[in-house]
């Protein structure tokens, strides 16, 4: 006389062991039959989606069948597409909660690269949550920190299109994801603390613009911190806290952001060195995010002694160029065309991060066909 109480219904009726193939197979077709979130179905999906990620961690550990139907069932786009209905904050949150507990605790690399393989973590990390609903927020947060702490030279791909970006550009990108949320929390709740939490992140964008070996990394973090800076869509409060100290209040004389302006500092220096390993474009938006800084109302607020360092290094570039305009013929022409070139089609962040052949070996010479931006500074002409 039970039967027709069955939550699941369709003669199916649920195996006895919560751990097993079988299990998993009766969950699918839940899932299958329940594609649309309504008041009368919430409660299952939730259980179900609790009841998968066990199923999954075991799997992981004692039958890899487990995996292999969940992946041949795509079973992930099921979470998707539960996302996508705005299904409210009971059903996201178990969600998360699922899709957390699942990637702390797998740990056999094979069964992470499968649920790494298609795009549909990526669309869960983009996806626009309810992040009004705290618990929400925190999940959500909570995932992307498991997400970063998987991050290697093996699942670094799965996160981009392109192979040759490194761990720590991922991380830049899943921590601006958390910079955004948590500034906006923290905005709502107070206002006059919004300058202190960005700092966190901050100094992890800024310990990445080194450029001794390459300029890669150092690249993606430049294009993120002038994005933020040039962005009338984010808040001008949320753009001072990421990009200016808090200033003495008994003090009217601007301010700006002094350790990240000695790594842009730094970096200027270095590619007016001889066999610097620093791109013209890297050095482009070096410049232009420390005319953002320390430039108001046209007018320099720089400090002495950054003022000094940069007068130094522009001796050491007039030297440099001096240089090859003696040594070499074609200089002249090649000055003329890059500077024709760049003036014609001015550097524009975005399109900069969708070019495929920011990937590639830096050039030494604009006439490979390439940008000149993408070139390198300070190399000899081949």
Same mark, same amino acid.
């Given at each position: 006389?039970?039967?027709?109480?069955?939550?699941?219904?369709?003669?199916?009726?649920?195996?006895?062991?919560?751990?097993?193939?079988?299990?998993?197979?009766?969950?699918?077709?839940?899932?299958?039959?329940?594609?649309?979130?309504?008041?009368?179905?919430?409660?299952?999906?939730?259980?179900?989606?609790?009841?998968?990620?066990?199923?999954?961690?075991?799997?992981?550990?004692?039958?890899?069948?487990?995996?292999?139907?969940?992946?041949?069932?795509?079973?992930?786009?099921?979470?998707?597409?539960?996302?996508?209905?705005?299904?409210?904050?009971?059903?996201?949150?178990?969600?998360?909660?699922?899709?957390?507990?699942?990637?702390?605790?797998?740990?056999?690399?094979? %069964?992470?690269?499968?649920?790494?393989?298609?795009?549909?973590?990526?669309?869960?990390?983009?996806?626009?949550?309810?992040?009004?609903?705290?618990?929400?927020?925190?999940?959500?947060?909570?995932?992307?920190?498991?997400?970063?702490?998987?991050?290697? %030279?093996?699942?670094?791909? @799965?996160?981009?299109?392109?192979?040759?970006?490194?761990?720590?550009?991922?991380?830049?990108?899943?921590?601006?994801?958390?910079?955004?949320?948590?500034?906006?929390?923290?905005?709502?709740?107070?206002?006059?603390?919004?300058?202190?939490?960005?700092?966190?992140?901050?100094?992890?964008?800024?310990?990445?613009?080194?450029?001794?070996?390459?300029?890669?990394?150092?690249?993606?973090?430049?294009?993120?911190?002038?994005?933020?800076?040039?962005?009338?869509?984010?808040?001008?409060?949320?753009?001072?806290?990421?990009?200016?100290?808090?200033?003495?209040?008994?003090?009217?004389?601007? %301010?700006?952001?002094?350790?990240?302006?000695?790594?842009?500092?730094?970096?200027?220096?270095?590619?007016?060195?001889?066999?610097?390993?620093?791109?013209?474009?890297?050095?482009?938006?070096?410049?232009?995010?420390?005319?953002?800084?320390?430039?108001?109302?046209?007018?320099?607020?720089? %400090?002495?002694?950054?003022?000094?360092?940069?007068?130094?290094?522009?001796?050491?570039?007039?030297?440099?160029?001096?240089?090859?305009?003696?040594?070499?013929?074609?200089?002249?022409?090649?000055?003329? @065309?890059?500077?024709?070139?760049?003036?014609?089609?001015?550097?524009?962040?975005?399109?900069?991060?969708?070019?495929?052949?920011?990937?590639?070996?830096?050039?030494?010479?604009?006439?490979?066909?390439?940008?000149?931006?993408?070139?390198?500074?300070?190399?000899?002409?081949?």
């Amino acid at each position: 006389m039970f039967r027709s109480r069955s939550w699941f219904g369709g003669g199916m009726w649920k195996p006895k062991n919560p751990h097993s193939l079988e299990t998993l197979k009766y969950l699918y077709n839940v899932l299958s039959k329940n594609q649309t979130v309504s008041e009368s179905n919430r409660g299952l999906l939730v259980e179900s989606l609790r009841s998968i990620a066990e199923i999954l961690i075991w799997g992981d550990q004692n039958d890899s069948s487990v995996f292999d139907f969940f992946l041949e069932k795509n079973m992930l786009s099921f979470f998707l597409n539960i996302l996508k209905q705005r299904c409210g904050s009971y059903v996201c949150v178990q969600l998360l909660q699922t899709l957390n507990i699942l990637f702390e605790n797998i740990r056999n690399e094979t %069964s992470l690269y499968y649920l790494l393989s298609n795009n549909h973590v990526n669309s869960i990390i983009v996806h626009k949550f309810d992040f009004s609903d705290e618990e929400v927020m925190a999940y959500y947060i909570s995932f992307l920190k498991t997400l970063s702490l998987k991050l290697n %030279s093996h699942t670094i791909h @799965f996160f981009y299109n392109e192979v040759s970006m490194n761990k720590e550009t991922s991380k830049v990108f899943l921590y601006y994801e958390v910079v955004l949320v948590d500034s906006g929390r923290i905005h709502r709740e107070n206002a006059s603390i919004v300058r202190t939490t960005p700092g966190i992140f901050l100094e992890t964008i800024v310990s990445t613009l080194v450029c001794f070996e390459n300029d890669y990394t150092a690249l993606f973090s430049l294009c993120l911190l002038y994005a933020i800076a040039i962005n009338k869509g984010v808040g001008t409060e949320l753009t001072q806290s990421i990009l200016a100290p808090a200033t003495d209040s008994a003090s009217d004389k601007p %301010s700006y952001n002094s350790s990240l302006v000695d790594k842009l500092i730094d970096i200027v220096t270095l590619s007016c060195q001889p066999g610097c390993r620093v791109r013209l474009v890297t050095l482009e938006v070096t410049i232009l995010l420390l005319k953002k800084l320390v430039v108001r109302d046209q007018t320099s607020i720089l %400090s002495d002694a950054h003022l000094a360092a940069i007068v130094n290094a522009k001796e050491e570039s007039t030297s440099l160029l001096r240089n090859f305009y003696k040594s070499e013929d074609i200089f002249l022409d090649m000055f003329q @065309f890059e500077y024709d070139q760049i003036q014609k089609k001015p550097l524009n962040v975005e399109y900069l991060m969708m070019d495929s052949k920011m990937l590639l070996p830096p050039a030494g010479t604009p006439l490979t066909g390439n940008n000149p931006l993408t070139a390198l500074t300070g190399n000899e002409i081949t």
